[in-house]
């Protein structure tokens, strides 16, 4: 890598007037560094690569990376603007207008298990819209009450703005665009492929007074397995990921088994579509559809592309084309958006191999586009930065697609909201079932309820399938809370594997689910 990676606790600096901090995210086999500056993996605490995988390993698999927005028309008038990170971030924190400055603008974070003796939550920034349960119904956040809606084992959340001038000279030099992201940057502990996960999720609000169009998200990622000489890079459009590789079979950090670190599309932003169905964090949305991923770009530049100098090289880029503008071209010269999209496993199609090209520092940029975005509008976007380990550096990559399929699987399960102010399956004479928490789980969740009166209560869990696996009756429960721990075995005693189960809660008058994940 290009530095060696090392850890402290917590490191705050000053950039132009806005106070960037930067802390660890370490909730499952992932250690990396996270700023409030738009960041997915922050070089800026250290100077050295962001990313340690495995954790306590002390080998780095990336080095920085970022959220990158653009926007091609301004109230329907061609003016390029970007809200980008790539070693600087056009972004502040807090929300637009506020001072970056107080110290409300931080990240927090929530750990499984936390309470009100967790200053954080405690604090939790629900004036800056930060996520909630109202477990009263009162629409006012009591620390002693009310819980943070946090995802996963591990949950930061912070908001940004980039609606700073200054900050925009650090990179492109437009005009700000008027936006806020609200960032959820969380994972799940475990053993299995998800605990080798961390998920970025944003909503972009614009926070202006300017029509929003053309519109694109994207990511753009340094990677450095272990050295930074040493890479190849790749583009898999079926599963909306951009991945990196070694280049050679034996890394000076990782020896003969180097990882393969990508990242892919799991929400992005929502345009009309009559008839069709999209979905965003919350669930299905109907008569509108998802953009598909439109670029994945590999920077080489000893090659035919590298990193753009201008605002207007970096929105050709979101849209898929060269700094000049120009289409790519693949190695039959015909016209992609889609960089290197052969498969280095079996050594067909466009490979770095095939492209006679020399493993070395690579990078990449992928997008989605184009949308609108008017006044007070907003859009979700999500990704997955994943790493998976094989037997050599190209099994690395197939054991990567199987953590990518796996993962596009699992997070609807796991990670969609009904509610972002209100995950709670309430009736309206007072029946509530509550999310199993925690969740996903290893060895017991506990589900909670609450009964408006006496009644019989029936209490069944499902495999994905439909097959019923273990079932509670109770006759005559009282009136009020009650709380119900399943351990993860069926009726006979037996330990269940790893997956997702339904929680089915039934009475004579309601019937109510919950979805759960066992992971071994």
Known sequence: MKSKIFLSLLFLFQLGHAVEEHRLWDGNNIRTWIGNNATIVSHGATGSAGLE?????????????????????????????????????????????????????????????????????????????????????????DPNLDTPLSKGDQFSWYVINDGSEENHGHLYGTSPLGVEVRTSIYGVDGEGRPGNAVFYEWNIRNAGEHNLDSVFVGVWLDPDIGSAIDDYAGSDSELEMSYAYNGDSI?????????????????????????????NVHGAVENHRNLPMKASLIWYCGGSLCGPNTAGEAFNQM??????????????????????????????????????????????????????????????????????????????????????????????????????????DQTPDGFVLRPAYPN??????????????????????????????????????????????????NAGGELVATGVYLGVIKTQDHQSTIKMVLLR
């Open 440 to 489: 996903p789980f290893n060895p017991n969740t506990t589900m909670a309820y609450t009964l408006p009166e006496i009644m019989d209560v029936e209490f069944e869990i499902f495999d994905i399938r439909g097959r019923i696996v273990k079932s509670w009756s109770f006759a005559n429960q009282t009136r009020g809370e009650h709380n119900l721990v399943w351990d993860g075995t």
């Open 53 to 141: 995988w495995p954790k306590d390993s002390g080998s780095a698999a990336v080095f920085s990376g970022g959220l990158w927005l653009g926007a091609g028309l301004i109230d329907g008038e061609a003016d390029i603007r970007t809200a980008m990170y790539q070693y600087s971030s056009e972004f502040s924190p807090g929300v637009c207008g506020s001072d970056p400055e107080v110290a409300e603008n931080k990240i927090y974070t929530i750990n499984s298990g936390d309470n009100a003796s967790n200053p954080d939550w405690l604090n939790w920034p629900v004036t800056q819209g930060a996520p909630w349960i109202d477990e009263d119904g009162n629409h006012e956040w």
């Open 251 to 279: 890394d000076v950090e990782y020896g003969s088994l180097p990882p393969a670190v990508g990242v892919m599309f799991i929400r992005t932003p929502l345009v009309p579509a009559p008839g069709e169905t999209g979905y």
């Open 319 to 424: 849209n898929g084309l060269d700094n000049e503008g120009d289409s790519l071209l693949d190695l039959d010269n015909n016209p992609t958006s889609f960089m290197l999209t052969g498969d280095p496993v079996t050594g067909e199609g466009w490979t770095e191999v095939n492209a006679e090209r020399p493993p070395g520092d690579r990078y990449f940029l992928m997008s989605a586009g184009p949308f609108s975005l008017a006044p007070g509008e907003s859009q979700d976007f999500v990704c997955a930065l994943m790493l998976a380990q094989g037997t050599n550096n190209l099994d690395a990559i197939t054991e990567l697609r199987a953590t990518a399929s796996e993962i596009r699987i699992l997070w609807p399960q796991l990670f969609e909201t009904t509610s972002i102010n209100r995950n709670l």
